[in-house]
């Protein structure tokens, strides 16, 4: 609701306060938030609240480019110090400040922060829910807005870089507001309360060219127009010395109108002062405003902003063109529905006329309106007679313009196809607003008219649970305890989609409100979902309005198109699909492009594409051609994530190979690695998809081979959990086949979840056991030696250390028989394991040295973070603090240099300790809840390591 005190001290409950002092108050009272920098990172995290924020981000604005070495401790002491304070606010849990690599997210209820609520007041003001909002309410609700400010935004912090400029925007959103409130103020003929206030916030900021048009149309209705012309030649004066530019086009005309005389000054009433000006017989074909139009707040504040720009376009720098606004969105997103009601918004400030055509991009069955019919349309519009219209398209664009010239028109062009359709409708008046909804983004009508874009996505979710809400009312209901989760799956199963929420909208009041259940049931099962979306008239359904786009793709576009939906993921990259369409990806590129230009796939990133999930839906239920067996856009998908994580396996080096695979995928076409950690953490889901296909497919070796090929990623992000279930139908997959090998390798994979995951060790010395036999039986070095290292390992943990210590040292011989440099380190460390169970201390410790320096010859950053963790521990066990101390930063450093974050984690723990045992318990408590914070989405073992000595220490 946007009633109620504004007042920023006269609110109960906890608020938190941007504009003056930084503040967090509990009933107008504050709570003491402690030093400057404490201050600073809540403003930081409050400004960009539901996002994560870089840790580097906030170090550069505590200390520029110079942070200590203990930076990160020191912020996370910070950050601590923020959590408990609020923590301890009343309520259920107002704010958050959660742990996101690579930074930290604010989560906060906007409503309770001035500044957001300054831009809700704003944004209603500027969009009113029942019409266009008249200049009284508009007025009322600026100065609402107005009076949330207690001073100068962040207060003493606005003097910081980063800060700096944040509150430099903030206090051009409060000129903006004040400039709108003026406007309004003049358009109830308060022109005598503004005037004062206008010239001494002139005085103060000399170059806001819109509040100098406000002072002039003040001063010319109160008969001074001398002082009017006067500030005008100030103004421009100082324009052209200091920035050697003209005022802009609409003070000019402003200024113009001032020496003319001319009538639409005066304005009256609660009329805009061009209201004066208006014809009887102007055009008013606007379609009738949409019913219960829900929702798209930000989008009318972006169209409210290029409506009011102060700074003039390029083309209005030459004198010449009106303002254009195109509205691209996918089908069924609602284009039509916002442009007409943004229309009717602003429609009181176009007095000369208000056209409308629909273009006809998406008409199935006639197509496209030829640009010469639209003309003729816009032409007898305007005025002129049918038989005065002349023939040819220039012609007739030629008589539009000069039609059009000298007035103020809203021309809305609905459902354009393409650049080269709009093109000749354009008028040449710069007082003209032009709005374009298309499915496609009309980037000609870009850069050859300087139109600017509105992309349009989907609804969001409260927008949307309202829109059904709105329904429910319309029929005596509404959302209660006992439906909200029903309307809540209804929207999740819309995806948002504008035009599937109003069918489904439709379909809620045609029922009376009741049989949700059941129309949630319908919409449930994805093989008919689109069929259930639709009303009796099979014009106005989800799927008629796809076809439509779908229709008009050619053949190659529409192949690709139809591979998105037999893709399993929800995003893929252009490789994949080209691997699919067995295609060259830079062919597959320049379609994937054209179809997220129509609004068919969405470019995530330049090498992702994703799609809406009804569009999605959509391309899975269309045939996809199958080539043959074994060579389908399935089997294809399978062999390139294959061939692309056995890549990425080899790049990641956390392990000796235990065994060479000879290769199983076709060539194809793979991208170029970069990070190979990272590769996976964006693949990880299709991955995990790629082996469920593979199994559907029956492709037995596939299976296993690409569970194996994820080894090292789930090792390296400690996904062992996640994974216990892949390598249990990695193993059936392998047994199926009779696979020996992959038996093994995947037996191999279980006993690393049992030593490593969260789950224990009951079943791991059989699993390992029976591993090594089959390794003894396939004879193969590499794999004996892989399967006898992990008996090893079992056997300590277990504590079966007179039994472990020959087989660690037949591992050992084993390695370096093979010349395995890598295999001998963790053999040693093995080794080094046991002794320090057993007590040996120093063994350890040396032996542990010898690991570090032969992960540094083989350039093995991941295991030498771990080696040199074991140092900090062991040094720590011996009461060699500074040493401790030492390896411990190193192993940060190193773990943190490959991204290996439960490393970082059990670095943190041993720094920790080496606070502790210098005294500093409060530096300890905060840097194990820093290594608690890195380790919690991980399935570590060590992250109880931490919780334990947390719990100690508190």
């Excluded at 963790?869 to 940060?892: F, H, K």
Aim: charged letters at 25%; a negative charge; aromatic letters at 4%.
């Amino acid at each position: 609701m946007l009633n109620g005190d504004d007042t920023p001290g006269g609110q109960p409950g906890a608020r938190f306060l941007l504009l003056g002092p930084v503040e967090v108050t509990v009933d107008g009272r504050p709570v003491p938030l402690g030093s400057r920098a404490v201050r600073s990172v809540l403003a930081l995290l409050l400004l960009n609240r539901g996002t994560v924020v870089p840790t580097e981000r906030i170090a550069e604005m505590l200390w520029g480019h110079s942070p200590p070495a203990s930076a990160r401790t020191i912020l996370h002491g910070y950050v601590s110090r923020l959590r408990r304070q609020l923590a301890a606010l009343p309520g259920d849990s107002p704010a958050d400040i959660r742990t996101k690599p690579p930074g930290y997210r604010l989560e906060v209820d906007g409503a309770l922060i001035d500044l957001v609520r300054a831009r809700d007041l704003a944004a209603s003001a500027g969009a009113d829910a029942d019409d266009a909002p008249g200049p009284d309410r508009r007025a009322r609700l600026l100065r609402q807005a107005l009076k949330l400010w207690r001073g100068p935004s962040l207060g003493d912090l606005s003097d910081e870089g980063v800060l700096g400029s944040m509150a430099h925007s903030i206090e051009e959103f409060r000129l903006d507001l004040v400039e709108q409130r003026v406007a309004a103020d003049l358009e109830l003929g308060r022109e005598g309360l503004v005037t004062a206030e206008l010239v001494r916030l002139l005085d103060e900021h000399p170059l806001r060219e819109r509040m100098a048009a406000h002072l002039l149309v003040a001063l010319y209705r109160l008969g001074r127009r001398a002082d009017a012309v006067a500030r005008y030649q100030d103004i421009r004066r100082r324009l052209r010395e200091e920035f050697g530019v003209d005022p802009s086009p609409h003070l000019q005309r402003t200024y113009e109108r001032v020496l003319r005389d001319d009538p639409l000054l005066l304005g009256s009433g609660n009329r805009p002062a061009i209201a004066a000006g208006r014809d009887a017989a102007a055009p008013r074909q606007l379609p009738p405003e949409v019913g219960g139009f829900t929702g798209r707040a930000r989008e009318l504040a972006r169209l409210r902003e290029l409506w009011e720009r102060r700074r003039p376009t390029e083309a209005e720098r030459a004198g010449s063109g009106p303002r254009i606004v195109v509205l691209a969105g996918p089908p069924g997103a609602g284009k039509s529905a916002l442009a007409v009601t943004w229309a009717h918004r602003v429609r009181h400030h176009y007095p000369d006329g208000q056209l409308f055509v629909h273009l006809g991009g998406a008409d199935g069955r006639n197509g496209p309106v030829p640009p010469d019919s639209a003309l003729r349309q816009l032409l007898v519009g305007l005025g002129v007679r049918d038989r005065d219209v002349p023939a040819g398209v220039a012609e007739r664009a030629a008589a539009f313009r000069s039609s059009a010239a000298d007035r103020r028109l809203l021309l809305v062009f609905d459902d354009a196809a393409s650049t080269e359709q709009v093109l000749p409708l354009l008028p040449a008046g710069r007082d003209c607003l032009v709005l374009v909804t298309s499915r496609r983004r009309l980037e000609g009508l870009v850069v050859r008219s300087g139109a600017a874009l509105l992309p349009l996505g989907m609804l969001a979710e409260d927008d949307a649970v309202e829109l059904l809400a709105g329904a429910l009312r319309d029929v005596g209901g509404e959302i209660d305890g006992t439906n909200t989760d029903t309307v809540v799956e209804l929207v999740r199963l819309c995806g948002g989609l504008p035009l599937a929420l109003r069918i489904v909208a439709a379909r809620i009041i045609a029922g009376g409100g009741s049989g949700l259940a059941t129309l949630l049931s319908e919409l449930g099962d994805e093989r008919d979902r689109l069929v259930r979306l639709a009303v009796e008239d099979d014009e106005i359904s989800v799927r008629g309005a796809f076809d439509v786009s779908y229709r008009d793709l050619p053949p190659d576009h529409a192949d690709v198109f139809r591979l998105v939906g037999a893709h399993p993921g929800s995003e893929m990259t252009d490789h994949v699909l080209a691997a699919m369409a067995g295609r060259p990806v830079r062919e597959v590129s320049v379609v994937v492009d054209e179809l997220a230009s129509r609004h068919l796939v969405d470019r995530v990133t330049p090498d992702r594409v994703g799609a809406h999930d009804l569009l999605r839906l959509y391309a899975r239920q269309l045939d996809v051609p199958d080539t043959g067996p074994g060579s389908s856009p399935r089997h294809r998908m399978v062999a390139y994530y294959l061939a692309a994580s056995e890549r990425a396996r080899e790049a990641l080096q956390l392990s000796s190979q235990p065994v060479r695979l000879e290769p199983l995928a076709p060539e194809v076409e793979l991208p170029e690695l970069g990070d190979a950690v990272s590769w996976y953490d964006r693949e990880w889901a299709n991955l995990g998809q790629a082996v469920a296909t593979a199994e559907a497919l029956g492709e037995h070796r596939r299976v296993w081979r690409l569970i194996w090929s994820l080894m090292p990623y789930v090792r390296f992000r400690h996904l062992l959990d996640e994974a216990g279930g892949l390598f249990e139908r990695g193993l059936a997959a392998a047994r199926q086949d009779g696979d020996r090998l992959g038996e093994c390798l995947m037996l191999r994979g279980q006993v690393s979840v049992a030593l490593y995951g969260s789950t224990g060790l009951p079943a791991a010395l059989d699993r390992a056991v029976a591993a090594s036999e089959i390794a003894e039986e396939l004879a193969g070095p590499e794999l004996v030696a892989a399967t006898v290292a992990d008996l090893f390992t079992v056997r300590v943990q277990l504590g079966l250390f007179e039994e472990a210590r020959s087989v660690g040292e037949r591992t050992l011989t084993l390695y370096r028989e093979l010349g395995d440099v890598a295999g001998q380190a963790m053999a040693l460390n093995n080794l080094a394991l046991l002794d320090q169970n057993e007590g040996r201390l120093d063994s350890a410790f040396a032996r542990c040295l010898a690991v570090r320096e032969l992960y540094r010859i083989t350039g093995r950053p991941f295991h030498e973070a771990v080696a040199l963790n074991n140092l900090a521990e062991l040094a720590g066990e011996l009461r060699r603090w500074d040493a401790a101390r030492d390896y411990a930063e190193a192993a940060l450093r190193v773990a943190g240099g490959c991204g290996a974050t439960v490393q970082e984690g059990k670095a943190l723990i041993s720094l920790g300790d080496v606070h502790r045992a210098s005294g500093d318990e409060e530096l300890a408590l905060a840097t194990w809840r820093r290594a608690e914070e890195l380790l919690r989405p991980t399935s570590s073992p060590i992250l109880r390591e931490a919780e334990q000595r947390i719990a100690e220490a508190s």
